[in-house]
């Protein structure tokens, strides 16, 4: 086998294929989706591709839970099963949860192609879920109890519990044999069904809901006369690959039930129909918990930049191209070095030189000017001051109200020097000299706005050219300058421009509004007084538009509106927009929409959170369909 | 040497930086890892990246290495086992059964479209049990091809060679004509019944000329010159296997380049139709010429550059017509097998030393004494 050259290029949970390599490779801090009184409630996971769900799933199933008790006193095992432990997953005497995943991803859509009428079709889909959910959960209990063939399936006694619904064709309690024989040849009876020429008349029966929810308890399977786990949790994956009817009554019926026994539902946002994902994020006082995972992230930034970081200090350890225990400290975080020190010093010049001339002709910022004149630190930290003394005496000349002439005190300096303008300042000197702005692992987290498969793409890139610096140059120490890193992003964010048509529903459409809300806050970041500082980096509209947008009486007398709601769905679907409902402002609710921070990086602009500007529904139309101008946004903002 | 100490020396030899390494050595990786090191010639320790290090370091112009990396990043054909094992998969059922196919129906008047009752036809099954398989080469491949084909064609209808001695000449035709009774017990005739087609088999042809070429003094060689010698010669065992004016002969290669198939189309017309033989040239995969490195080509430098007549040159490769500087017959052609490399490709992927080793060194059929 070949050696792993980038850990970080193992995506998806699908393709890393052994079970060991998958739980050292999990960040524990994931986990902290699961922080509740009842971990395992029933839930519905929401995420783009990428965004963890299948990873989330998978850990609870035997083979994980089983590696992760072998190896709870290895150290890099140990956070992770103490978590799990905190979750009752698994013990000191092995795993204690019995998880049936079944993936969606096996040819259920065509249960909706053969022409069915939707009653039956919903009736097969449940029987067929049915069959497979015993199936899946004997195999799971082979693989937690270690049998290793199905001739020790007849040690397995599956009972009759007092919710248990009758089988057609299947007496209870009956042994994991009579079990498995039952489930593949109802199975069958389905899929023949559906090859058949004539599947009207099939005599396959379906079901009215989902039987295995009743079965599926943890006293149902019992090994030896020994039960095989205290929890049981039926997990469906990848829901988005259902027909919408389908998905629809599944988890309508998984609702409705309330079955004791739990179920996850994960699924990709694009499953979600347009006004579904413009309210998206609107999800308090439901009655069972929905987990929108990005969305989830935001809310504790600092949590997922811990947990990505965690996820690529494991990647990079398991590189066996270098070692490398801390991918954090790979990357260069400071432009403090000596050798940034001139470019400063010659920053520090032109905006000094720039300052007094502001500052010529009146008193006003005389002491000011001489506080900045005086002051010591780094050349970097002068050359932010300098700049954002420079917005602020561009602030105080704009200013309608008449000042008395006195010079502005250095207190006043002091105060309105606050972090939020420093940041835009030192955005600004960026931009104008030509220094790196994209660097360290902490912006690295914050470009894969909140989802881990865009932070291990970012990352795997970055971590290609620090491997590489050790192929040239093995007694170098593995380091990525600020500048390279930059220039990777830079790279990443135009690649994912691209992808945009390629990618989205009316991607052209979807396009050249992003792009325009990009050039907007380009425009609007870039204006001498940093308003907003440190910059824009989204638009909003009030929720009462956005309700318009899902109004169905509003929308046929409005088609352009109707064009948008669609176009910006679809941007939501694929993680290109993030939304935030219900954001208070100016006395206002706000419908908040967030750039995706990678396509952030084409337009400089700042990469925090709440940075935007209210828009209006038809000013949005014209984005959409002919793109921001800004001489027109300058003469509207004149009038 | 060591895969790190190899991509060390590439990254050396090339001048490249941390981006550059970051760029190409995942697809050089992946190109070692998913064929190139399967190449035969290889052994451990020198692998295709470390084949590649050195000879790209033989080139002494950073102008040179560029233009011959770009080369094999780009333009470097190499037809891994399992590709060529694919080929020879799909070439009877997709190539010589459709040519049966539609003689079966010209030979009952059915409409050859109408293919799944010209397949359940007895005569196309008598057309495809009078179907003789020889191999020219080793490259034929006849035991997997037989093993991929064994639904439809019998081991007695297979030989690795096209030279047959006469004992087997008796068995061909005795089992031929115990199945042909068996497929159609009133087939007239069948007791003296001969093979209707004969396919013959090869791997690879790049200039055609080992098939059948004229020689310095006017005569002719070659093995489809040996194999049509037989055939016609009423004297021979092998004749008696087909009746020339009614067997058809195809010539069937698992990959060639036009130039073979149009070299070989114009002399096999020459040569056979004085004695009325119907032939067709099959390739599964054509190599077209917009793959060939010609007079003008950006790599021309380099050929120019690092030639080597002595180390190069010898009286097998005068036969081509000119020097190898363009390989053999001036192929020009960038393709590599996972068991050898042709010498119709360009040489420095051959080369010998001392001005350059090749990037995948070349076992001669030729041995030098």
Known sequence: MKELRNPFLLRASEHIEADATFVRLFGPGALELLKSDQPFATRIFLSAAGGGKTSLLRLFTPGPLLELHKHRDVDDYRELYEKMQGLGAVDENGPRLLAVLLSCDRGYVSLADVGLDHAKQTRLLFALLDARLLLAALRQVC?????????????????????????????????????????????????????????????????????????????????????????????????????????????????????????????????????????????????????????????YARRFENVVINIADRRARDSRSVEISHFQACLEDSLDGTEWEEKFKLAISTISTRVRAKALGTSLFDKWVAERDSLQGTARERAIAWRTLEVLIERELRRKQATLGFALETETLAEKSDASIKAAAELFIANEFGFPYYFGASTLAKLSSFNIQQFLALGGQQFEEVIS???????????????????????????????????????????????????????????????????????????????????????????????????????????????????????????????????????????????????????????????FDSKRQAEDELI | MKEQLAERLLARVMNWDAEDVAAERPILQAMAAYKYDEYQQFYPGMRFLESLALWLSDLTDPAHKKEAYQFVRKRLIFFSNAEIQHLVSIAYPDFIRLRILRRAAEGIGLNPYYLGQVAASTAFSVFQRSCLFLGLSDGARTDFFRRCNEEAISHEQILQSYEITEDRVGKLLKKLREDLIKIDVQLPNAATAQFSTVVLLDDFSASGTSYLRSNADGGIKGKIHEFSRDILNVESAVAKLVDPLNTRIILLLYIATEQAVSYLTEILTRFWAPSNIQFEIVVVHLLTSAIRIQPGDPLEPILEHYYDKQALEDEHTSQGGQGVKFGYAGCGLPVVLSHNTPNNSIYPLWARPPKLRALFPRVSRHKEL
């Open chain 1, 469 to 627: 610096t050790v192929v040239i140059n093995p007694l170098e120490p593995p380091m990525l300058t600020a500048i390279r890193q930059e220039a990777i992003l830079v790279k990443a964010s135009r690649a994912m421009w691209e992808e945009i048509p390629r990618r989205a529903a009316e991607g052209s459409r979807v396009k050249m509004l992003l792009e325009s809300i990009g050039a907007f806050s380009k425009w609007y970041t870039e204006r001498p007084t940093a308003p907003n500082d440190p910059g824009v980096n989204a638009i909003a509209i009030s929720m009462a538009d956005r309700d318009r947008l899902r109004d169905p009486s509003w929308l046929p007398l409005h088609p352009e509106h109707r064009l948008l709601a669609e176009v910006l769905a679809s941007a939501l679907a694929h993680n290109l927009l993030d939304a935030q409902p219900n954001y208070k402002c100016k006395g206002q609710l706000w419908l908040v929409l967030n750039l995706n921070r990678l396509l952030c990086v084409r337009y400089h602009l700042p990469l925090g959170y709440g940075l935007f500007k209210e828009q209006r529904l038809d000013e949005l139309v014209r984005w959409m369909e002919k793109g």
């Open chain 1, 143 to 299: 693989a937690l109890k270690r049998l290793k063939s199905d001739d020790q399936l007849r040690r397995l006694e599956f009972k009759r519990l007092p919710t248990s619904t009758e089988l057609p064709g299947l007496t209870l309690p009956c042994t994991g044999d009579v079990l498995q024989a039952w489930a593949k040849q109802r199975e069958e009876e389905i899929c023949a069904a559906l090859d058949s020429f004539n599947p009207e008349e099939t005599n396959a029966n379906g079901s009215d809901g989902l039987l295995a929810l009743d079965l599926l308890k943890p006293g149902s399977f019992l090994l030896d006369g020994q039960p095989v786990a205290e929890h049981v949790i039926i997990m469906f994956d990848d829901v988005q690959k259902l027909t919408s009817l389908q998905r629809d009554r599944l988890i309508r019926f998984v609702l409705d039930k309330r079955s004791t026994t739990p179920v996850w539902i994960a699924e990709r946002l694009e499953a979600l129909n347009r006004d579904e994902l413009l309210d998206l994020g609107s999800i308090e006082g439901r009655d069972y918990e929905r987990v929108f995972l990005e969305n989830y992230w935001r809310g």
